[in-house]
C-alpha cells in the first residue's frame, strides 16, 4: 500500500483547511485508516480514526473541530480541519490500519504516507 497525503499549506489562525490520503496498491475499503500529527520535536500524535464503515473516534484536542471522511469508491481519507490554531502546525501523515475497526494504537498502523505540512500563523 502506498499513501499520499497532500493539501497541506499555510493558513490563518481561525482558518479551515483540508487534507486528503490518496491510496494505491490496495482498497482501503476493508480496513480502518487514521490521522496523525508530529511538531517539532514532539512526538507523533493520534488525531482521528475511522474504520470500514464510517464510525470514527478522536483525540480529545481535535473533537469538534476535526472531521475524518472515507470514500472507499476513490480509496481516500480526508480530514477536514477548522477553527486551526498556531499550535495545530506540525507535520500531518494518514496511515493504513491492519484493524477493521478504528483504533487509536500507532502501533495498529502499518502503512504511513510521507506527510503533508500544516502551518497555522497570522
Known amino acids: 500500500v502506498q499513501l499520499q497525503a497532500f493539501g497541506g499549506g499555510l493558513v490563518q489562525p481561525g482558518g479551515s483547511l483540508r487534507l486528503s490520503c490518496k491510496a494505491s496498491g490496495r482498497s482501503l475499503s476493508t480496513h480502518a485508516m487514521g490521522w496523525f500529527r508530529q511538531a517539532p520535536g514532539k512526538e507523533r500524535d493520534f488525531l482521528a480514526s475511522?474504520?470500514?464503515?464510517?464510525?470514527?473516534i478522536y483525540a480529545d484536542s481535535v473533537k469538534l473541530r476535526f472531521t475524518i471522511y472515507r470514500d472507499n469508491a476513490k480509496n481516500t481519507v480526508d480530514l477536514q480541519m477548522s477553527s486551526l490554531q498556531p499550535e495545530d502546525t506540525a507535520v500531518y501523515y494518514c496511515?493504513?490500519?491492519?484493524?477493521?475497526?478504528?483504533?487509536?494504537?500507532?502501533?495498529?498502523?502499518?502503512?504511513w504516507g510521507q506527510g503533508t505540512l500544516v502551518t497555522v500563523s497570522s
Open positions: 496511515a493504513y490500519s491492519e484493524t477493521y475497526y478504528y483504533t487509536q494504537r500507532l502501533t495498529d498502523y502499518v502503512y
Open positions: 475511522i474504520n470500514w464503515s464510517g464510525g470514527s
